[in-house]
């Protein structure tokens, strides 16, 4: 079987290549644009050039057309909102449907949530399989291949949409996504300076700054691509520490897969308190600078 | 201009209860607007009245249930002009690609429209995919995670706040565009709207066409909680913290 | 007997639910509780939803709506926010307004309202000696030789004296002896000289400022007075009857809050091995919140539907009051009874319920006088 890989970013293709390989016997990486494309992952590399002006996400036509040419039984796709466009339209063409943010495999039988947590949903393609996979799933498989590289002929589509302006988004700089480390803070932060005390703990314990949806959402005291749980990052790294968030479902998983789970908080009662290997019951504002003191 | 809204009836996810075998149980959950296609609507709507005359039209599918008063009037009382609706279990539990056929069944019955509008993301399954596969059904362009739309001649403007760009893109219409949540907060529906709402127009049709899922359902259970140590100590007794931070110094 | 609410009403609930989630987050409460008051958002926020229209006639932008429908908002109101908040209580003078002032202070009204989302008055009605007893009122406005009148006396419990802009006045009319029964309503703007004011302090209800405000030889002209002269306070007592059965809806409202909260502490807080509620002291206790919760409720719904059927409310309103705000009282007495030592801190929110809820049994008329209105009714209802 051959299997397609959509990716926009390079670790997202290496992963997913890697992934691909243990359901594939031919790997077909589609590069869309200027994608580094990582050395040795696949087979074959589908390059796309966008012309002036065009978007990424109508890509997809000729996308399409290589599709029908290669015709894979499985397509891997990194699930940002342009990939979401490209395979989504691919998807239709093919007459599937994506398995969305996928977070285990077992065989053909793929795990993603439902309603937010509420439910984990077991999901078999009936034709040929695209999956929606974040990073992280993969992590255990290694890429391998000579990456034949191929320019693909744009196919233009119908009515095009016009690249007005691209500005680059700024970043925090840590990818919470690769960090060993993850402190998390959330409403129990009362004011943005407060902030503070969690980005001094994160000096100590070497980890990136997250947050839970309130502390992005309305508030705005921190970047929304540090939100952690539904429809935000769903992180596994070794350690995470949650200041001040109380451990609704839409969080934790997010961050449920983590190693250990430390948890601070004063409500003693909080969900999170039933979710976490280390629990403190204290106010982060006292909390915080003590642990910072003796770390 | 004409602007169509889709959104989605789920159960309200506060109510599902997990049954003793880890399955779920929705008897007790009454219906609900997919939280963030409320977001939509108020997008759909705010763009309504930055353009005079005009209209806008919700739409949706789903099973039989859905066909409720107080559910049509509810999304009717949030600047919605009219409803589409198409309440038959043939459109129940459909995938994404489903969904959209059945969703493009019925936009077939509003007639000329000039812009689709959907949500970021039903609640249940969030696969940010019906906008896509709608689209590809209507052979229309279609842009995802907009924040800001405006109209222009014969075309929208669209501000997409992407994971590493903000995009501003010229989209032609007639186009289906899906909004993240931040592009408008949903108005709260005062008693002067939701009295309102009973005397719009609300067309509720059953399903011509049979959709077919391309995707299998194999189960779906509440996950199981990860095994914790749960120990958990105030911050102060003596040597809390000190205990905390060596229990950290260990993880790493 | 129909329970059922309609489609509108549950949706009205739905709407007051996600308005008070939106805005009376734990944050702003603490707040309010500390600085005394609500922010202005809060108010414009109630204004847009249309929610402080309610019952306002249409003629001015008001929305119609029958009694039991403005009480399960105003229940919703607190149950959700879980505060005692002003917002409904902003109505009161309002409704005061509509029905018995002029033309052009109900347009004055109107407008103030919908450019602050404040209510234009206050309401002026007690004096340190002079309560529900008010027949020793001894406020007075008297006829000047220029046509105008001079009023005088103090007024106290004026609920956002301070902070509203204008004040209704009850005064009597020329003669503050007992004897005299006339008295007038008087609309009066807060800067006008002579006025002044001296805030008190609250042990519950703290967002809820109130003051005394003291008249000295303040003039007022003819235009001012609202409504027929010597009726002043029989206008008032028309609305009590509404305004006891609002308060009970408040009151229902927060003591539901109340019973939320200590159930489900009770399920969480493991005593002798397992979670009180398997304690048949806190069954018990749990068992009679939710009977006076229920109670309460359903004699606060058939006085407003009364009501609203036009009959006649003078018995029911003031049994409503007494026994429906001493019963809410009670739940959250309760209710801090399961808290025990917990809840007599400030990290739960019960403490402070408690002591709202206390108040409201005698805002409003007291818990005792409701007893004497409604006693001799009851005296003369089996007389024959």
Redesign the interface.
């Known amino acids: 079987m051959k299997a397609f890989v959509l990716a926009e970013h390079s670790d997202a293709a290496q992963e997913l290549c890697a992934g691909a390989r243990t359901m594939a016997d031919e790997v077909v990486l589609v590069a869309i644009a200027d994608m580094e494309v990582p050395a040795a992952v696949a087979d074959k590399v589908l390059h796309v050039a966008l012309p002036e002006g065009a978007v990424v996400d109508d890509a997809a036509d000729t996308v399409i057309a290589a599709f029908d040419a290669e015709q894979p039984g499985v397509v891997l796709v990194e699930p940002t909102r342009h990939m979401k466009v490209v395979a989504g339209k691919v998807a239709a063409h093919a007459g599937a449907s994506i398995i969305p943010d996928v977070i285990e495999f077992d065989g053909d039988v793929a795990t993603d949530m439902y309603f937010g947590g509420v439910g984990m949903k077991k999901q078999k393609a009936t034709g040929v399989a695209f999956y929606g996979v974040g990073a992280g799933v993969f992590a255990e498989a290694a890429a391998s291949g000579a990456n034949a590289t191929e320019e693909l002929a744009w196919v233009a589509p119908a009515k095009a949409i016009k690249l007005v302006s691209s500005v680059p988004v700024e970043k925090s700089g840590v990818d919470l996504n690769k960090a060993d480390v993850v402190v998390a803070a959330g409403r129990g932060f009362g004011a943005e300076e407060d902030l503070q005390m969690a980005r001094d703990l994160c000096d100590k314990v070497g980890g990136g700054l997250g947050c839970s949806r309130p502390l992005t959402e309305g508030v705005n005291w921190l970047p929304t691509e540090v939100y952690v749980g539904v429809s935000g990052l769903m992180l596994s790294p070794k350690v995470y520490i949650a200041a001040g968030i109380s451990g609704q479902m839409q969080h934790m998983v997010g961050c449920n897969r983590a190693t250990t789970l430390f948890a601070i908080n004063k409500d003693k009662n909080a969900p999170i308190f039933k979710q976490c290997d280390y629990g403190l019951v204290g106010d982060i504002k006292t909390v915080l600078p003590a642990l910072v003191a003796v770390l | 201009m004409k602007i169509v809204v889709s959104f989605k009836v789920v159960p309200d996810d506060q109510d599902i209860q997990v049954s003793g075998d880890g399955s779920l149980d929705y008897a007790k959950a009454h219906q609900i607007v997919s939280t963030y296609d409320l977001n939509a609507m108020e997008a759909a709507a705010q763009l309504a009245a930055a353009n005079e005359g005009s209209e806008v039209v919700g739409i949706t599918v789903g099973g039989k249930k859905i066909d409720d008063s107080k559910t049509k009037k509810n999304v009717l009382a949030r600047g919605i002009d009219q409803l589409y609706m198409t309440a038959d279990d043939a459109c129940a539990d459909l995938d994404a690609g489903a969904t959209a056929a059945a969703l493009a069944e019925l936009v077939a019955k509003v007639g000329e429209y000039d812009l689709i509008i959907c949500g970021d993301g039903s609640a249940d399954n969030y696969a940010q995919q019906v906008d896509v596969q709608l689209a590809a059904k209507l052979g229309l362009p279609v842009v995802n995670g907009a924040t800001k739309i405006e109209a222009g001649d014969g075309v929208v403007t669209v501000v997409r706040t992407l994971e590493d760009v903000v995009e501003t893109v010229e989209v032609p219409l007639p186009a289906v565009v899906s909004v993240a949540p931040d592009v408008a907060l949903p108005r709260i529906p005062g008693m002067k709207d939701i009295l309102a709402a009973g005397k719009k127009p609300m067309n509720v049709f059953a399903a011509e066409g049979t959709f077919a899922n391309s995707i299998e359902v194999v189960d779906c259970k509440a996950p199981k909680q990860a095994d914790r140590k749960l120990e958990i100590i105030d911050a102060a007794d003596d040597g809390a913290i000190e205990k905390f931070a060596a229990a950290i110094k260990a993880a790493l | 007997m129909d329970f059922a609410l309609t ?2 009403q ?3 609930l ?2 007051v639910r ?2 008070c989630d ?1 805005y009376f987050t734990d ?1 702003v409460v603490k707040e309010m509780y500390e600085n005394g008051g609500m922010p202005d958002e809060i108010a414009a ?1 109630y204004r ?4 402080g ?2 019952g306002i006639p249409e003629e001015y932008g008001g ?1 119609p ?1 029958d009694k039991v ?1 403005l009480g399960l908002m105003i229940e919703e109101l607190y149950h959700s926010a879980g505060c005692m908040h002003i917002l409904y209580q902003n109505s009161l003078s309002m409704f005061d307004i509509m029905e018995f002032g002029t033309e052009e202070q109900k347009q004055q009204a109107v407008d103030h309202y919908m450019e602050t989302g404040w209510p234009i008055a206050s309401l002026s009605i007690s004096e340190p000696g002079a309560g529900s007893d008010n027949g020793s009122m001894t406020c007075v406005a008297k006829k000047q030789a220029d046509g105008t009148y001079k009023l005088s006396g103090q007024k106290t419990w004026v609920t956002m004296g301070e902070k509203l802009p204008y004040t209704i006045v009850v005064a009597k009319d020329e003669d503050p002896s007992r004897e005299n029964r006339n008295m007038s309503l008087w609309y009066i703007p807060m800067d006008t000289p002579g006025v002044s004011t001296a805030s008190l302090h609250k042990i519950g209800q703290q967002c809820i400022p109130f003051c005394e405000v003291y008249f000295d030889d303040v003039v007022v002209t003819e235009e001012q007075r609202m409504g027929k002269p010597g009726e002043g306070f029989m206008m008032l007592m028309k609305n009590f009857e509404v305004e006891r059965s609002f308060i009970v809806a408040e009151q229902v409202g927060l003591a539901q809050a109340a019973l939320e909260d200590a159930a489900k ?1 009770a399920n ?1 807080r493991i005593a002798f091995g397992k979670p009180i509620t398997k304690l048949q002291m806190i069954q018990e206790k749990l068992c009679d919140m939710e009977i006076k919760v229920q109670n309460t409720r359903n004699m606060l719904y058939k006085t407003l539907w009364k009501l609203d059927n036009g009959e006649s409310v003078q018995l029911d309103s003031a049994m409503l009051k007494r026994y429906g705000c001493s019963e809410c009282f009670q739940v959250a007495d309760m209710a801090l009874s399961i808290y025990a030592g917990l809840g007599y801190t400030t ?1 739960v929110r019960i403490g402070r319920i408690w002591a709202d809820l206390r108040g409201n049994m005698f805002g409003g008329g007291t818990h005792e006088v409701m007893a004497y209105i409604a006693g001799r009714q009851v005296a003369k209802k089996y007389a024959n």
């Open positions: 489609d509108e549950e949706l009205l739905e709407s996600e308005f939106r944050d926020a847009d939803a249309g929610f229209l309610m929305i709506a429908t502490y969480q990290e």
